[in-house]
């Protein structure tokens, strides 16, 4: 049931992102729509490689090793660091470094206090969601500034 809540709401998200860049950003740039992210398929096997290591290293770390340490916070933090240096060498964005350190460091941290899984998790990806929704909200603002409206007049 959590997880069916979370991907609800990410997908609201998702959709509530979408719903403001055709407001404001694609007025700027003269985009229609944004382009598709999964179009290499080596991406879509290296993410599906990635996940089943994940979750099999979640499974054999709860289920073989220490019972008296949660694992899954911290290997949710390298998940993320992982994601997040991935991108942020593809992007060239200095800014996805550092939460790709915090991502790491709040996860082991979250294993080191004992925090159980779904606490654990859920505090990772809460705060994680809300610095990048406080730099997607900075980013966006500056590139309003310094993109004003393109002109009506201009008919293709």
């Known amino acids: 049931m959590i997880l069916i809540a979370g991907l609800v709401v990410s997908f609201g998200l998702r959709l509530t992102i979408y719903y403001i860049k055709e407001r404001t950003t694609y007025l700027r740039t003269g985009y229609v729509a944004p382009t598709d992210g999964l179009k290499s398929k080596r991406s879509l096997i290296i993410t599906i490689f990635f996940i089943f290591i994940f979750l099999g290293s979640n499974y054999f770390f709860t289920t073989r090793v220490a019972q008296d340490i949660l694992w899954s916070p911290g290997l949710a933090g390298l998940g993320f660091a992982l994601v997040f240096t991935w991108i942020g060498v ?67």
């Open 90 to 156: 593809l992007t060239k964005l200095r800014r996805l470094y550092f939460l790709a350190v915090l991502s790491l460091c709040l996860g082991i941290a979250l294993v080191i206090l004992g925090v159980d899984y779904f606490q654990g998790v859920g505090v990772l990806a809460g705060v994680v969601g809300l610095i990048l929704f406080y730099q997607g909200y900075r980013t966006h603002k500056v590139y309003i500034k310094r993109n004003p409206l393109l002109n009506d007049s201009i008919d293709e």
